[in-house]
T-cell receptor, first 114, second 115 residues
């Protein structure tokens, strides 16, 4: 079974803090994704990575950055947290080829920015 | 651009009743379609997926979905709802050859099951 873990289930931060959300997978998948989930808006893609050190912007990258130094780990960084970044953050992974593969999700991190 | 529309942000059924969750997609090429379920305070779990084989797809927990190209639909059904089916359900779309397996999600439908 694919296992995707996220470093925290719940996180409380203050406005202006730098926030790191970590995602680790154990299935050697090439693709990793970060989403945010908000009520009534579904899941929106922030960034994804298709290889070590490679990244692509998703639909809502503003205010976020990512890092992938190792294949199994994908980090989401909020450089200066703001209250409008309070949300549920979900990490997902998928094999590289062929395209159209199933994405496997972590349990999520619920972030509250005060 | 691809998109997914889920009709109804909330659907209420009684235990034992038919579950029908609607999903319509928009695309100019044949899609791959997915249904995911999210139980409270958990991540998303794959229920089933359509990847251009049989149009009727069976998934876990007794759910199934039928791909109808003429209606651009992929509705999710279950003959008899259980209390444990109460969760949020997401329809998602991607395209073969699109690269990287990126998905576009609908806004979700919360299924409420009453005794």
């Amino acid at each position: 079974d694919v296992k995707v873990t996220q470093s925290s289930r719940y996180l409380v931060k203050r406005t202006g803090e730098k926030v790191f959300l970590e995602c680790v997978q154990d299935m050697d998948h090439e693709n990793m994704f970060w989403y945010r989930q908000d009520p009534g808006l579904g899941l929106r893609l922030i960034y994804f990575s298709y290889d070590v050190k490679m990244k692509e912007k998703g639909d809502i990258p503003e205010g976020y950055s990512v890092s992938r130094e190792k294949k199994e780990r994908f980090s989401l960084i909020l450089e200066s947290a703001s209250t409008n970044q309070t949300s549920m953050y979900l990490c997902a992974t998928a094999p590289g080829t062929p395209s159209g593969q199933t994405q496997y999700f972590g349990p999520g991190t619920r972030l509250l920015v005060l | 651009a691809q998109s997914v529309t889920q009709l109804g942000s909330h659907v209420s059924v009684s235990e034992g009743a038919l579950v029908l969750l609607r999903c319509n997609y928009s695309s100019s090429v044949p899609p791959y379609l997915f249904w995911y379920v999210q139980y409270p305070n958990q991540g998303l779990q794959l229920l089933l997926k359509y990847t251009s084989a049989a149009t009727l797809v069976k998934g876990i927990n007794g759910f199934e979905a039928e791909f109808k190209k003429s209606e651009t639909s992929f509705h999710l059904t279950k003959p008899s709802a259980h209390m444990r089916d109460a969760a949020e359900y997401f329809c998602a779309v991607t395209f073969p050859g699109s690269g990287y397996s990126t998905l576009t999600f609908g806004k979700g439908t919360m299924l409420l099951v009453s005794p």
